[in-house]
Structures are given as structure tokens and as C-alpha cells.
């Protein structure tokens, strides 16, 4: 009867009947499935664009330890691919110099292991090459309160480092332009 509505409501055969009851791959797709796919196929920039956040979060079978062992299995397995292919992405784009791409990268990067001192400082680092220095101090500081909340620590010394030399850089002068006051038509002569 499942599988029956299932059939029903998506309209079309998406299962194969052999020995054992599965999904039939050429019909209903996955994004973990295109991931890895994309991973095999060494596509990294679509691997990273579908690594967007950990693996059935939120979702919960009540009473069912096995599948719960399995998801944070899973969950683990893929946020560890996730890391791996955001960092290849992002460390092509540095070398590439094109620097809002290795910021976007790196600040993915930053999502899916927050406290990786690592990972922040090739944050920080993309976004201080980018010429965004007020958006690397306020994610420098935002990331040492997240460190000494989580783990009693100081955070990485080479972050403390960069952020001493960002807040060392002189601010930059802001060019400030009277404002244009428009120019009133002559009265019509009439």
C-alpha cells in the first residue's frame, strides 16, 4: 500500500523490485548521491556548491538507536568530504587569485568546522587580500569569543597575529563629497 501512494504522488515508478525493495537511481535523485558523484568525478566546484549544511539535521526517527547511529555515521562521513572538497575549492580560487570566490570558500569552510583555527584564518586571510578589513576584524573577534566559549582556549596565535596587523593598518580616508543641490529649472516665461 506504500509504495502504491508512493507511486501515486510522485506519479511515476521510482522503485525496483528485485530481491531487495530499492530506489531506482535513474528516477529520484539525492543531493548526498550528487555530492558524491560529483566528488568521483572530481567536479569539485559542484561538490562544494552541494556541501550547504549537515546531513539530515533536524530529522529524528523516535525510538530507533540504529538509524540514529547511522545518520551521525553519515553526518560525519560526509561533513569530512565537505571539508576536504571546500578546502580544495577554496584553496584553487587563492591560487587563482580571485579573491570573493576564496572568501566564500573559506567562510564555508568556517560553517562546517566553526572552531577550525585553520579554516578561519584562510577566512580572514581571503577576506584582508579582498580589502574587506572590517568584516576580518569583526569574524576575528567573533571567532576567538567562540573558541574561549568552546573550548576554554585561546585561539590560534597566527589569527591573533593577522588581527593585530589589521587593526594595526591605518584606516583608509573617507572622501566625502558635499551633496549635489539640484539646479531649479528658470520659471517659465509666459
Do not use: C
Amino acid at each position: 500500500q506504500a509504495l502504491y501512494a508512493l507511486r501515486q504522488e510522485l506519479g511515476a515508478e521510482v522503485t525496483r523490485s528485485e530481491a531487495i525493495l530499492s530506489i531506482d537511481a535513474d528516477a529520484l535523485t539525492s543531493d548526498v548521491t550528487d555530492f558524491r558523484d560529483a566528488i568521483a568525478s572530481h567536479k569539485h566546484e559542484r561538490a562544494a556548491a552541494l556541501a550547504i549544511g549537515p546531513f539530515l539535521q533536524g530529522f529524528e526517527l523516535p525510538a530507533s538507536p540504529d538509524f540514529d547511529r547511522w545518520v551521525d555515521e553519515e553526518r560525519t562521513i560526509l561533513s569530512a568530504d565537505a571539508s576536504r572538497v571546500l578546502l580544495h575549492v577554496a584553496k584553487a580560487a587563492d591560487g587563482a587569485s580571485d579573491r570573493d570566490a576564496a572568501a566564500e570558500w573559506w567562510r564555508r569552510l568556517t560553517l562546517v568546522d566553526p572552531l577550525n583555527g585553520r579554516f578561519a584564518l584562510g577566512y580572514l586571510k581571503a577576506l584582508a587580500a579582498g580589502g574587506d578589513r572590517a568584516t576580518a576584524l569583526a569574524f576575528a573577534r567573533a571567532h576567538e569569543d567562540l573558541v574561549r566559549r568552546e573550548l576554554e582556549a585561546d585561539p590560534d596565535p597566527d589569527i591573533r597575529r593577522l588581527e593585530a596587523q589589521l587593526r594595526a593598518m591605518p584606516t583608509p580616508a573617507v572622501l566625502r563629497v558635499a551633496p549635489v543641490r539640484p539646479v531649479r529649472p528658470p520659471d517659465a516665461i509666459g
